[in-house]
């Protein structure tokens, strides 16, 4: 496995108190989990952690390992100086991916906002590779490839397919580096995405699925929620993600859009959530899609003093078969917790 190492053995001297809040996240994760998988197993499951030792400079020392029950920390291997994770990545049955930076896109011509380059870890052994997006490909960003009509930056990605080493990756198009017009007609940068697309986790070769285009300028449209909350549904071949039904901020949903191949744009299903039940006050935090109960599973909180005060946190349902049922299933009560430290893109829930 590796050495062991406590938590505040990782972070360095001065941050403490970072150290000290992560410890007991940790140990709440740790003891939530074990109580949810009581009444199942007599064996705890394995809890796999990526952890770094956060510097402030958005790029901080990286390391794969496993979580004991007293919140210690077994590495299993150094991940190296990476972007600092914020909250973006899938997970497999072998492996899991999370997005990051790379010297093999530096200086080539990209814009400075999305993400690039993924880097994928395999859960067993700690081994992992990085790939990125191809700068000679038609998803680079030359005026004279197909970087407006499919997308240069990685907004979204889901569904890892450990056989094929895929992910399903939502591209989006970039802002231009200066001089303006460097992209000739450059894509109409307020709409969400241009295309869903295979991500080679080895290679980084894209090849598209479908055009996905949400029309930012209409102030109807029903748009993502946040960046990183994102799944996938391999049986039907769905891409889910947190939405805000009909534009509006105070509205939240599940939505989800076909990941078929075809050249034109498929139809996109909105399950609003009202949680009228639970007095409105829940929020997404993460989301994840469920193939045993068929539906879209969100982990929700209240937002009360939540800088100060530890937030009622739920497991609700949204059933895609009742579309007009609004007011989610709670499916368990995780009773008290602190504010998720960052939205997140997957938990999993099988």
């Known amino acids: 496995m590796g050495k062991e190492n406590k938590i505040d053995r990782v972070i360095p001297p001065g941050t403490r108190y970072i150290s000290k809040k992560m410890s007991r996240l940790l ?27 956060f510097t402030g400079t958005q790029e901080s020392n ?3 390992g496993s979580a004991n029950a007293d919140g210690s920390l077994m590495q299993i291997n150094d991940l190296g100086l990476r972007f600092d994770p914020q909250g973006k990545f899938t997970v497999g049955k072998e492996s899991f991916s999370f997005s990051t930076n790379s010297n093999a896109t530096m200086h080539k011509g990209f814009g400075c906002c999305s993400k690039l380059s993924l880097l994928t870890v395999n859960k067993a052994t700690g081994s992992y590779q990085v790939a990125s997006v191809d700068s000679n490909s038609k998803f680079g960003p030359d005026p004279k490839k197909e970087c407006g009509k499919y997308g240069c930056g990685i907004m979204e990605f889901a569904g890892i397919d450990d056989t094929a080493m895929t992910a399903v990756v939502w591209m989006n198009p970039l802002s231009p580096q200066p001089p303006p017009g460097a992209f000739g007609d450059s894509p109409n940068l307020d709409n969400f995405g241009l295309t869903l697309g295979h991500f080679n986790l080895k290679t980084g070769e894209i090849i598209p699925i479908r055009p996905f285009v949400i029309d930012g300028d209409n102030a109807t449209s029903t748009t993502p929620m ?60 993460s989301l994840d899609y469920s193939a045993a109960l068929k539906g879209a599973v969100v982990l929700g909180q209240t937002f009360v003093n939540a800088q100060t005060n530890m937030q009622s946190t739920k497991l609700f349902f949204g059933d895609p078969a009742h579309p007009e049922n609004e007011d989610w299933a709670t499916i368990v009560d995780l009773g008290m917790a602190w504010v998720s430290m960052s939205f997140t893109d997957d938990f999993l829930f099988i």
């Open 27 to 53: 140990l709440t994760l740790l003891a939530t989990t074990a109580t949810i998988v009581a009444g199942t197993t007599d064996t705890p499951p394995n809890t796999c952690v990526t952890y770094f030792n």
């Open 62 to 64: 990286t390391f794969f």
């Open 226 to 285: 946040d960046i990183g909350m994102a799944s996938y549904d391999a049986k039907n071949k769905n891409f889910w993600y947190a939405c805000n039904p009909g534009g509006d901020f105070n509205n939240e949903g599940a939505c989800s859009y076909p990941a078929t191949v075809g050249k034109k744009p498929g139809k996109m299903q909105v399950l609003p959530w009202s949680s009228k039940s639970e007095g409105k006050t829940f929020t997404t935090t």
